[in-house]
């Protein structure tokens, strides 16, 4: 899930904050664990929500934007950085992690746990496209599937439901209907969600399913994992310190509106969110095109 090669840690870094990426909202749910996991650890959170939804962007745009905002998050000090997007893991962890000077850890969906937990051994996997046709998530696939069949079917729009903070209406509960019945047709017992943002779904799935789906989300094994890296290289946190060093700093590449919103509705975290420009090459020639 990250590189572990071995790194001294500077001098002061350990009060440093942690980075946690995603392209829109959806990484709001990694950072949740990461705060039960790791309260002592302040945390900068960036959404790259312009340019939104990745799952529909090309594998180029991906990498461009993954590495342009790692190095705007070394820029502002973090230690480590969480890329809380399973279509940014999927398409460019290993480019950007060759590029920053700093651990990252990755996102990947639960196959592992579903293939160990599924007792009629089919699951299914809701995820983005992207994440789907990755040669990372086919790598997955073929060391963890064993005898279970898994079921894959693309999310689409539902990274756009949870960025417009629609969790529970009556079109999005036909749209998830339409996905996870098949599943159950199918006799799956186990569903993984694929994205970040998906676990912010999790009620109105279970208010579809019931217990006949388990429900594996993955949040809490990558706050393990970004603790387990801290500890390795000596960048933990010291406790103790004032509640205010710690609130998160949100950013956005939009105007914020919906991350603070759902930062409240969800995490009970009432927070200003700064916007912030990232320029990228590819965003760069986007704007060139439309100026012309």
């Known amino acids: 899930m990250t590189d572990l090669t071995p790194v001294t840690a500077p001098t002061g870094w350990n009060d440093a904050p942690v980075g946690v990426f995603d392209s829109g909202l959806g990484g709001l749910s990694v950072l949740r664990a990461v705060r039960a996991q790791l309260p002592d650890e302040a945390v900068i959170y960036a959404a790259d929500s312009r340019y939104a939804p990745y799952g529909e962007r090309d594998d180029d745009f991906i990498v461009d934007r993954t590495l342009a905002i790692g190095e705007w ?12 997007c399973n279509t940014a893991t999927a398409q460019s962890i290993e480019q950007v992690r060759a590029r920053l000077p700093i651990p990252l850890i990755g996102v990947e969906p639960g196959v592992k746990p579903a293939s160990l937990q599924s007792a009629t ?37 539902l990274v756009q439901a949870v960025e417009r903070c629609d969790i529970d209406s009556p079109e999005l509960r036909a749209l998830l209907e339409g996905y996870l019945q098949p599943m159950l047709d199918a006799g799956a017992d186990t569903l993984v969600l694929g994205c970040t943002h998906y676990p912010f779904l999790d009620a109105t799935i279970r208010s579809i399913v019931g217990d006949r789906l388990t429900l594996i989300d993955t949040s809490v094994a990558i706050a393990r994992q970004l603790e387990r890296v801290l500890d390795e290289r000596g960048l933990r946190a010291r406790p103790g310190r004032a509640a205010d060093a710690l609130m998160p700093r949100f950013c956005s590449t939009s105007d ?23 320029p990228s090459r590819r965003t760069l020639a986007l704007e060139d095109s439309a100026a012309a």
């Open 73 to 84: 998050l070394v820029a502002q000090g973090v230690k480590a950085l969480v890329v809380a």
């Open 121 to 157: 051994r089919v699951a299914g996997v809701l995820a983005t496209q992207v994440t789907l046709r990755s040669g990372r998530f086919q790598s997955l696939l073929d060391r963890h599937a064993a005898d279970c069949h898994f079921l894959l079917q693309p999310g689409h729009g």
């Open 256 to 278: 914020g509106a919906h991350l603070r919103q759902l930062a409240a509705t969800l995490l009970h975290l009432d927070a200003p969110v700064e916007q912030v420009t990232i």
